[in-house]
C-alpha cells in the first residue's frame, strides 16, 4: 500500500477500535480525492515477491548460522564496498 494509515491504543480492543476506524477514514479520503484504494488482492501481488525473497534469504541465513539481521548487513556492506 503506498498510502499510510496510522492508528494507536492502550490495549488490543482500543487498536482494533483505531484500525478499524483508520480504515473508514481511508476510504472517505479516497472518495473525497476521487482515488481509488487498492485492494488487498493487488497488495498481496506486489508483495509476493518480497515474501519469496525474504524466505530465500530467512533460510540462506540459517544456512549461516547466523541471524536475519546479520545476515542481511553482511550482505549490504559486501554490495556497498563494490
Same mark, same amino acid.
Given at each position: 500500500?503506498?498510502?499510510?494509515?496510522?492508528?494507536? !491504543? *492502550?490495549?488490543? #480492543?482500543?487498536?482494533? *477500535?483505531?484500525?478499524? !476506524?483508520?480504515?473508514?477514514?481511508?476510504?472517505?479520503?479516497? #472518495?473525497?480525492?476521487? *482515488?481509488?484504494?487498492?485492494? =488487498?488482492?493487488?497488495? &498481496? &501481488? &506486489?508483495?509476493?515477491?518480497?515474501?519469496?525473497? =525474504?524466505?530465500?534469504? &530467512?533460510?540462506?541465513?540459517? +544456512?549461516?548460522?547466523?541471524?536475519?539481521?546479520?545476515?542481511? #548487513?553482511? #550482505?549490504?556492506?559486501?554490495?556497498? +564496498?563494490?
Amino acid at each position: 500500500m503506498r498510502d499510510v494509515i496510522t492508528f494507536q !491504543g *492502550k490495549s488490543v #480492543a482500543e487498536l482494533k *477500535k483505531a484500525f478499524a !476506524g483508520s480504515i473508514e477514514d481511508y476510504f472517505a479520503f479516497c #472518495a473525497r480525492a476521487a *482515488k481509488r484504494p487498492r485492494s =488487498h488482492s493487488q497488495a &498481496s &501481488s &506486489s508483495c509476493a515477491p518480497i515474501q519469496r525473497l =525474504h524466505k530465500d534469504v &530467512s533460510a540462506a541465513a540459517r +544456512r549461516a548460522g547466523v541471524s536475519l539481521n546479520k545476515f542481511v #548487513a553482511s #550482505a549490504l556492506e559486501k554490495a556497498v +564496498r563494490r
